[in-house]
């Protein structure tokens, strides 16, 4: 069937396959993260990246991310922290680290290690509202060495320190 131009109408309707695929993917992680995730499983150790002009960048990164200039010097940070912003999850939610359903309610939350000035997003041992705070001092929980496969999952959760605790 021909229209008015004297062309045949093509269908917009898109076509659609079925299918399901799995796909296996692995990526560079890159000299930056290689070094963050092995001091991680290896040492217990948070490192960060400093510019000139003395930000602080946890995870570490080649270029600051506040000042738009090369990171050079690697610097310790915490393994103590502070609870910069928190919520308390109340809605079920599939784990993408695990790929497993995580039980509610559940605390997560920005972690920002003593020393830097950037923060992490982590999960916080505590889901009492009334507890967390920000500035709530945190530290981590680690995963058993043998365990470990070097990335932020090698940190199980923060929980309160011990002596906020007190």
Not at 4 to 27: C, K, M, N, Q, W
Request: charged share 25%; with cysteine; proline share 9%.
């Amino acid at each position: 069937m021909t229209n008015a131009t004297g062309t045949t109408p093509v269908s917009i309707d898109p076509l659609r396959l079925d299918e399901h695929l799995t796909i296996g993917y692995r990526f560079a992680e890159g000299t930056h993260a290689a070094r963050f995730f092995k001091a991680l499983r290896d040492e217990e150790r948070f490192l960060a990246t400093c510019c000139r002009h003395g930000h602080v960048l946890v995870p570490p990164r080649p270029v600051c991310g506040l000042c738009n200039t090369p990171s050079g010097d690697w610097v310790d940070v915490g393994p103590a922290a502070v609870l910069s912003g928190f919520t308390v999850v109340y809605t079920p939610f599939t784990d993408p680290m695990t790929g497993e359903e995580r039980p509610v309610p559940y605390g997560f939350g920005l972690i920002r290690f003593d020393g830097a000035d950037t923060s992490i997003y982590h999960l916080v041992d505590e889901v009492d509202p009334a507890r967390l705070h920000v500035g709530l001092r945190v530290e981590p929980v680690w995963r058993e060495a043998p365990e470990r496969t070097g990335s932020l999952a090698d940190i199980l959760c923060f929980r309160p320190a011990r002596e906020a605790a007190r």
